[in-house]
């Protein structure tokens, strides 16, 4: 059964190097096939020799991208995978690419988030520029309608990236703090979770908190995202919120002059999370030392 295998995969690795197109299509379709399901067929067919860097090159597949992804799934090939010479470098141009399919620009963003899950390829995808690819692709995605699923693998990549500090301020640069609060601000409330996440995560850093302070309005969006959403969204929305108020006057004035902040408040503090009471009571003490009175 072992040899079938063994042999199965050396058929498909052949025939993916044949000058026919068909061959190459049929030979890759069956790959990603036996890695789908099978972590046993994914350790076979990246430890076969010269498997990774074939598959590497064949990358402009969108069934050569499913069966790197399949094989990233698999914990101990996380590191060889990213280590393939050029593969990081190659998954940020196809994400830059303008000709990148939504179907490519999906896969190479669920395996840059695959990827990423090992610790130790967080600051070498950073190197290689995924951060700011993710961040200009996720600015295109977001504004466009029809890549609403593209913009979901892209959003859990950067939450992805964005645990290694050095990727936060990549982020913060690349101009990931206003499109983060325009995805808090919009209609598709499956995003607004993450968004709220990686948020929280930028503002754990002074860069990442000034550039959340210029975008205009801020107050008002976090507002509305602890209002809705996954409890974990509205933690991380209350966070921020709480920072920007500690933080900054003019924002404090805006907290506090919104009509329903301590309906709001309130409300939190008796339904909430027992995270989202804690920062209920903190924001409450915030705003009553700086001495302002909520609009009735």
Do not use: Y
């Not at 590191?79 to 179907?103: E, F, H, N, W, Y």
């Not at 003019?250 to 009509?259: M, N």
């Not at 503090?269 to 909520?294: C, T």
């Amino acid at each position: 059964m072992v040899s079938e295998a063994v042999d199965a995969v050396a058929e498909c690795l052949a025939q993916a190097e044949s000058e026919e197109e068909e061959a190459r299509a049929t030979a890759l379709q069956t790959l990603s096939a036996l890695t789908k399901l099978s972590s046993h067929n994914r350790d076979l067919v990246a430890l076969t020799d010269g498997a990774l860097p074939l598959l590497l090159s064949l990358s402009d597949s969108p069934l050569a991208l499913s069966t790197l992804l399949h094989l990233s799934l698999n914990p101990n090939l996380k590191k060889p995978i990213a280590s393939v010479d050029g593969l990081l470098g190659r998954l940020s141009s196809l994400l830059l690419c303008p000709s990148t399919s939504p179907q490519t620009a999906a896969l190479t963003a669920s395996l840059v988030c695959s990827l990423a899950m090992h610790d130790k390829n967080k600051a070498p995808l950073g190197v290689a520029g995924a951060v700011e690819a993710v961040v200009e692709t996720l600015v295109i995605a977001t504004t466009s309608p029809s890549e609403g699923a593209v913009a979901r693998h892209l959003l859990s990549s950067l939450a992805e990236l964005a645990q290694f500090h050095g990727n936060c301020t990549l982020a913060v640069r690349a101009g990931a703090v206003p499109v983060l609060v325009r995805i808090l601000d919009g209609q598709a409330e499956d995003l607004v979770g993450t968004a709220s996440v990686v948020l929280a995560r930028l503002a754990s850093f002074e860069e990442g908190m000034g550039a959340i302070r210029e975008v205009p309005g801020v107050a008002w969006v976090l507002l509305e995202a602890v209002r809705k959403g996954c409890v974990v969204g509205r933690e991380s929305a209350m966070e921020v919120l709480v920072r920007l108020v500690g933080e900054s006057r003019e924002l404090t004035e805006e907290v506090a002059a919104s009509e329903d902040t301590s309906i709001l408040l309130a409300d939190l503090s008796i339904r909430g999370s027992a995270k989202l009471r804690d920062q209920a009571a903190l924001l409450m003490k915030l705003l009553d030392d700086a001495d302002f009175k909520f609009a009735i």
